[in-house]
């Protein structure tokens, strides 16, 4: 079966500092891979998805990065967050384009800047 | 990915009553999702709807699509407390890479 992994589950860092947040999944391969930012109370935002490795499209220009070293590891990163970058981010999985393609989340980070 | 607006943002309702939650797009869509997130949870996959006048039933959850492909609608008879979560409906064409989420709807069940 599959799973997608997320690490940290909650973050907390100063206005400046740096971002590696990691996601895997384990158990298919060629996945679509995704990162969503949702905000206290609001929908989901698409910053950056995946259809494979070293292929990146974001969604949102912004001070964020993502980056897909191996087939199923998908990165977000940061040089500098700002105090908008808190927020609940989400890694997501999807089968390749053509097939049933319902989305598989990960746990979640919840990131705080301050 | 199209556009799907979603309504109500906020639902409150007592417990045993019944709540729906739309979807609405000005578009045809190929296919429409649903997802459930549970507070301080992420998005679960709860069904998919590809037929135009489809209707698929998780016990008190049923699920509609309707003729025309343009809207589709979550409705839940006799809601529990467990029920509590935000219902988020997507649009993910099989040739298109990006879905299309809709704002949520937040149901709130007063015991």
């Known amino acids: 079966s599959q799973t997608i992994h997320q690490w940290p589950a909650t973050l907390v860092q100063p206005v400046g500092s740096p971002l590696s947040l990691e996601c895997t999944v384990e158990?298919?391969?060629?996945?679509?891979l995704y990162w969503y930012r949702q905000a206290a109370g609001r929908g989901l935002q698409l910053l950056f998805y995946?259809?494979?490795?070293?292929?990146i499209s974001s969604e949102v220009p912004q001070n964020l990065s993502a980056s897909r070293p191996q087939d199923r590891q998908f990165i977000l990163s940061s040089k500098k967050l700002l105090l908008s970058d808190s927020g609940f981010y989400l890694c997501?999985?999807?089968?390749?384009?053509?097939?049933?393609?319902?989305?598989?989340f990960g746990p979640g980070t919840r990131l705080t800047v301050l | 990915g199209q556009q799907v607006m979603q309504i109500p943002q906020y639902q409150h309702v007592q417990e045993g009553e019944d709540f729906t939650t739309y979807c609405n797009s000005s578009t045809t869509l190929s296919n429409i999702q649903w997802y459930k997130q549970r507070p301080g949870g992420h998005p679960v996959f709860l069904i998919q709807?590809?037929?135009?006048?489809e209707v698929k039933k998780q016990k008190r959850l049923t699920f509609q699509f309707g003729e025309a492909k343009k809207n589709s609608s979550l409705h839940i008879t006799a809601t529990q407390t467990t029920d509590v979560g935000t219902y988020f409906c997507a649009e993910a064409s099989g040739g298109s890479y990006i879905p299309t989420f809709g704002r949520g709807t937040s149901l709130i069940v007063h015991p």
């Open positions: 158990g298919t391969s060629n996945p679509n």
């Open positions: 995946s259809v494979g490795i070293g292929q």
């Open positions: 709807l590809v037929k135009s006048g």
């Open positions: 997501a999985w999807s089968r390749p384009a053509g097939y049933y393609n319902e989305q598989f």
